[in-house]
Every structure is written in structure tokens, then in C-alpha cells.
């Protein structure tokens, strides 16, 4: 764990919460994860280890891209975060989410007319959306969106140009539902998000090395 990236991470990412929360508390109905660490079978192939170090109040989107231990993996996350006080949101996959008791879905942007009859069948869950440049940023039954990629990023979206923060910043405002910042965040340059209308952070690689064993 690298203590020094682990606490500029979660403070920015608190700062950003706050500062989303002055703005406009219509747009968040319920209390927002500040940190989101997404998961990834390749580049965070144990990531029970870095979710059991995330501190209290942040969340894992756990991704398993059909992967075939999803099922063991999502049960071990699902133990290591409550443990932590960490909430666990599973992407896409709505069977899996019930079957670990997980608390939200995290929607890849082909899948989101499924936030309708999901909210309603699970009006406790939390569940956000993936958002890029040039698609629109409603909220119909999404408590966030996740806008990518902000910087340079690994993963799906290395093909996708990164926005610049002047972009993201129209963006976020515009938004119906507050906005998350993922791609390429890094203790390096989380700070120029401050500002930026950004509701929190997001990440995949940096979370992992920072918050890791």
C-alpha cells in the first residue's frame, strides 16, 4: 500500500463529494461512494486485497467480463467489503448482484434502459451508469453517471480519446445526476479535478497500486 497516493486519492475524492453535495443535494437523492475502485480480470486479477485496504465510505464496481470464477470472487468481495465498511456494486450482471447481496449494478452504456425495471425491482440499490463523450447525460433512474476517460487510460478505453477538464467541466454541469471522473486519475493529477464539477473518483490501475498490498 502506498500510504501517501492512498491519502491524496480519498482526499480529493471527499473534496470533490463535498463539493458536489454544496451544488445541488436534488441531484444526488441518496449518499454517493467518494472513491469507486473498478475491477478488472486482467489488470486487478485479486482484487479482494485492495478492497479490503479502501477506507470506509468508498465502493467496488466489481467486473468480471464473464470470467469463469465470477461467482467465488464476487462471494470474496462481497465478504472482505462488508467487513470494511466498502460498498460492492457488480457491473451488469443482476443475478450475480442478488446472489452475493450486493448493494447496486453498475451499467456499461449498452445496458442502461435496464435502470428502469432494475430500480424498481431493487429500489435499494445504488446504481450508476458509464457515460463518454457525445453520449447524453440523463439520470433516469441512475444515481450517477461515470464519465470517461478524463486522462490517457489503460483497459477498454486506451482506443477512446481522453477529454480534456474543460470538456469534463461542461459535461458534469449539464449533468442531470452527479458525475464521476474516471481514466488515467492518479495521486499525480487528482487534484486538478478540485473544481471541476466532478463528484468523485474513479479508477482501475491507480486505486489498486495505491491501496493494494
Not at 491524496?8 to 441518496?30: G, I, N, Y
Not at 468508498?58 to 465498511?85: P, S
Not at 442502461?112 to 451508469?129: C, F, K, N, R, Y
Request: with cysteine; charged share 20%; proline share 7%.
Amino acid at each position: 500500500m502506498n500510504r501517501s497516493d492512498a491519502e491524496t486519492l480519498w482526499e480529493v475524492a471527499r473534496v470533490l463529494a463535498r463539493d458536489a453535495a454544496k451544488v445541488s443535494r436534488a441531484r444526488a437523492p441518496r449518499a454517493l461512494p467518494p472513491l469507486l475502485f473498478f475491477t478488472d480480470p486482467i489488470r486487478t486479477p485479486r482484487p479482494w486485497e485492495t478492497a479490503a485496504r479502501l477506507p470506509a465510505g468508498a465502493a467496488v464496481v466489481f467486473r468480471h467480463f464473464g470470467q469463469a470464477d465470477a461467482l467465488g470472487a464476487a462471494l470474496r468481495l462481497r465478504d472482505v467489503t462488508a467487513r470494511a465498511g466498502v460498498r460492492l456494486l457488480i457491473g451488469l450482471d443482476a443475478d450475480l448482484a442478488e446472489a452475493v447481496g450486493a448493494d447496486g449494478l453498475h451499467l456499461p452504456e449498452r445496458a442502461l434502459d435496464q435502470a428502469g425495471p432494475l430500480s424498481e425491482a431493487h429500489p435499494e440499490w445504488l446504481i450508476t451508469g458509464a457515460a463518454h463523450a457525445g453520449s447524453p447525460l440523463d439520470s433516469a433512474h441512475l444515481h450517477a453517471r461515470i464519465l470517461s476517460p478524463l486522462f490517457a487510460a489503460g483497459g477498454a478505453s486506451s482506443a477512446r480519446a481522453p477529454l480534456d477538464l474543460t470538456v469534463f467541466r461542461t459535461l458534469a454541469a449539464s449533468a442531470a445526476c452527479p458525475v464521476y471522473a474516471l481514466g488515467g486519475i492518479d495521486a499525480k493529477n487528482a487534484q486538478s479535478l478540485i473544481g471541476s464539477g466532478a463528484g468523485g473518483l474513479a479508477g482501475v490501475s491507480a486505486i489498486q497500486a495505491a491501496f493494494g498490498a
